[in-house]
């Protein structure tokens, strides 16, 4: 009896001290909404609606892939998922419309009245443990579903050489569709060049994570990318810049009967094959084709298109704002046929509904300074500078109408009257792209301030050399609808890298992830479901699967920040800070490694000491530092105190 009773309360208190892992066990018996992360899932941009279920699936070779024989998009996507795990898994898996019901398959299909994922790019997928179903009104929902699929692997299936892992799938039941229809990334492509299958590269990298538009920014000052049959100079002058190597903006200019031979160009054949390869992957190429300033690269090719006239290289990231006419001239007709015969073959490789105009930071002072332009704008009645901008931009959107195309440029073409049907793509903070949805227009945001891939993600001191800054919480944090605009009016966001200082694919990746996962779920994923806090749980798998993609990405996320101000005594403060939560800073002025035994920041400013060489300082996770040392010295703190 005594034992018995013994062993009862022993069971009871068992009970009791474990009641709370018993309420997770629970929990997993009555599977729901909040435990996802208890079963490792790790998806973004996060969807819409996800339920756990009961064990789990796990692919092996024997596993087919089912999709409908006469329909060729999807084939298609079950050919391109069977070449993604190819590499990892080792696997050759089958394909065919129809498989026994005892056969583990992965059943894609069609169906245009599936309900609970909005319209054309939702799906359901639904893992148990003998199949894996995945449905959507069209193809495209198909392709996000099949990521989401990749995602829910491990992530060895990343890698390019055979894993010896299992291949589980958790049970699992999901709908989603995204909250915007444009989710847009841009690459600049003149400042510096990419290669085709760079570009290829980037594509696959945006699939990955929802981005459905593949914003091209094709010509600038620096170069003309884009083979133009009517006007060959353009890329056998414009295209080509002499070589630099150091900052960008402090190059020297070019030398005269110095060679130039850095760039490059797409041609047409190359155009059409990049297009093709990002419909496939559900990715609309935006042309971009930047007028009437940034266009020094054309004028290079063809003097005649700037009033100036003069005859100048292509600019290799030396200064010449102001300096250099970089301007097309809006007075001259020849200036609208040279751009009519450009349009045409545009619209003519990119099927886009959309062509984009630029139409930013025209300087007016060489308009101003032409007696041509002058005697035109009194002609015509053109009252400003602002307003000739934009009459040339309604007769650039007049060219695009007469070849099918829409209007879409960056907010400056609000200045002097918005052309009738334009969309306005708002840079400078999302100013733009309230009055433009006030005036009906429909708009894309992409603020500097919370979408310029090019900026600073990290400390200055750490990071390679660019300008401003744009941390990943901030980029995270951001609703691309403001409270004051009609929200159908917002078709979407877009992150945008530009290439000054950015010369290499490698690079590029660097600036663009994990800025880009956190932007594709501000793009996609209801505001209801996005959540600092979770996002930055599924960080550190989705840098694993970075890494075994080959993927370049940047950890500034875990380093340190140090803000430095000065006090009305004239004493010097510095805050540090990181993105990621829950970290403990530590930090020295004695001029050794930090480690967890230094001093712990405690969110206060600590006066900095008179005297001191250099401030260190580094994260902690757990006894383990997690960052890289922040070392900055001290006329660099003081520096940074002026500022
Ligand atoms: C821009 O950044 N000039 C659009």
Same mark, same amino acid.
């Given at each position: 009896?005594? =034992?018995?009773?013994? #062993? ?60 409908? #024989? ?67 009104? *069209? ?17 060895? $299936? ?11 799938? /958790? ?20 400042? *510096? ?16 994570? &929802? ?10 000052? !620096? ?8 006007? /060959? &100079? ?59 300033? *940034? ?46 015969? $450009? ?7 990119? %099927? ?25 704008? !009194? ?20 060219? #695009? ?37 006030? !005036?009906?227009?429909?708009? $894309? ?34 609703? %691309?609808? /403001? ?30 992830? /994990? ?20 996002? =930055?749980?599924? #960080? ?73 060489? !250099?401030?260190?300082? $580094?994260?902690? &996770? ?16 003081? &520096?940074?105190?002026?500022?």
């Amino acid at each position: 009896m005594n =034992q018995h009773k013994g #062993l009862r309360n022993n069971f009871i208190s068992f009970i009791m001290k474990n009641l709370f892992l018993f309420s997770f066990f629970i929990m997993g018996l009555f599977p729901g909404e909040n435990i996802a992360q208890i079963r490792d899932i790790s998806i973004i941009p996060e969807p819409v609606h996800i339920v756990n279920g009961k064990g789990e699936f796990i692919l092996d070779k024997q596993t087919v892939i089912i999709a409908p #024989l006469d329909d060729t998009a999807l084939n298609q996507l079950a050919h391109m998922f069977v070449q993604w795990l190819a590499p990892a898994t080792g696997f050759d898996l089958k394909i065919k419309s129809e498989a026994r019901s005892s056969e583990k398959q992965v059943r894609l299909a069609l169906n245009g009245s599936l309900r609970d994922v909005k319209d054309g790019e939702g799906y359901a997928l639904e893992v148990t443990t003998r199949s894996i179903t995945l449905t959507a009104r *069209h193809a495209g929902g198909i392709f996000y579903g099949l990521q989401t699929l990749r995602q829910l692997l491990p992530s060895a $299936v990343e890698k390019k050489m055979v894993q010896s892992a299992s291949w589980i799938i /958790p049970a699992v039941r999901i709908t989603d569709y995204p909250r915007f229809g444009w989710r847009g990334l841009l690459l600049d492509v003149s400042r *510096h060049f990419f290669s085709k299958a760079f570009v290829k590269t980037y594509i696959d990298q945006m699939a990955r994570y &929802k981005y459905n538009v593949l914003h091209w920014h094709l010509t600038d000052d !620096q170069g003309w990318r884009i083979e133009i049959k009517a006007f /060959p &100079k353009l890329t056998e002058v414009g295209a080509w810049r002499v070589p630099r190597m150091g900052q960008w903006w402090t190059y020297d200019q070019p030398r005269k009967d110095e060679e130039a031979t850095d760039g490059g160009f797409y041609t047409q054949e190359d155009i059409k094959e990049i297009v093709a390869y990002a419909r496939e992957r559900n990715i609309a190429v935006l042309p971009e084709i930047d007028v009437p300033g *940034h266009s020094l690269a054309a004028i290079a090719a063809y003097p005649y298109l700037s009033a100036t006239g003069y005859i100048y290289p292509v600019n290799p990231g030396s200064k010449f704002y102001n300096i250099l006419d970089n301007t097309l001239n809006p007075a001259d007709e020849r200036v609208y046929e040279f751009l009519d015969k $450009v349009f045409e073959e545009v619209a003519a490789l990119f %099927p886009n509904e959309y062509i984009h105009i630029g139409g930013d930071e025209c300087t007016k002072t060489f308009w101003r300074k032409s007696a041509e332009v002058q005697a035109f704008m !009194q002609q015509k009645g053109i009252k400003n500078e602002n307003e000739l901008q934009s009459y040339f931009i309604k007769r650039v959107e007049t060219i #695009l109408k007469k070849k099918g195309k829409k209007l879409i440029g960056w907010d400056e073409i609000l200045e002097g009257g918005l052309a009738p049907e334009a969309t306005v793509m708002s840079w400078r903070g999302m100013t733009g792209g309230i009055e433009a949805a006030k !005036q009906g227009h429909k708009v $894309v945001m992409t603020p500097a301030q919370k979408a310029y891939l090019d900026l600073y993600q990290g400390d200055p001191a750490l990071e390679p050399d660019t300008y401003s800054m744009l941390r990943l919480k901030t980029s995270y944090q951001w609703n %691309p609808v /403001p409270d004051s605009v009609n929200p159908s009016l917002v078709l979407g966001g877009q992150g945008n890298l530009w290439t000054e200082s950015v010369p290499t694919g490698r690079h590029a990746e660097y600036m663009t992830w /994990p800025r880009g996962l956190a932007l594709a779920e501000v793009f996609w994923s209801p505001e209801a479901k996005q959540n600092w806090t979770h996002f =930055q749980q599924k #960080l550190e798998p989705h840098f694993n699967r970075l890494e075994a993609a080959e993927i370049n990405y940047s950890r500034a996320a875990f380093d340190i920040l140090a803000d430095v101000k000065r006090d009305e005594k004239n004493k010097l403060f510095v805050s540090l800070s990181t993105d990621i939560d829950d970290l403990k800073i530590y930090y020295t002025f004695n001029n050794t490694n930090p480690d967890s035994f230094s001093n712990e920041y405690n969110g206060q400013p600590v006066e900095i000491p008179e005297g001191i060489y !250099q401030l260190r300082a $580094v994260a902690f &996770k757990n006894n383990i530092a997690v960052g890289k040392i922040l070392i900055i010295n001290r006329e660099d703190l003081e &520096k940074r105190a002026k500022k």
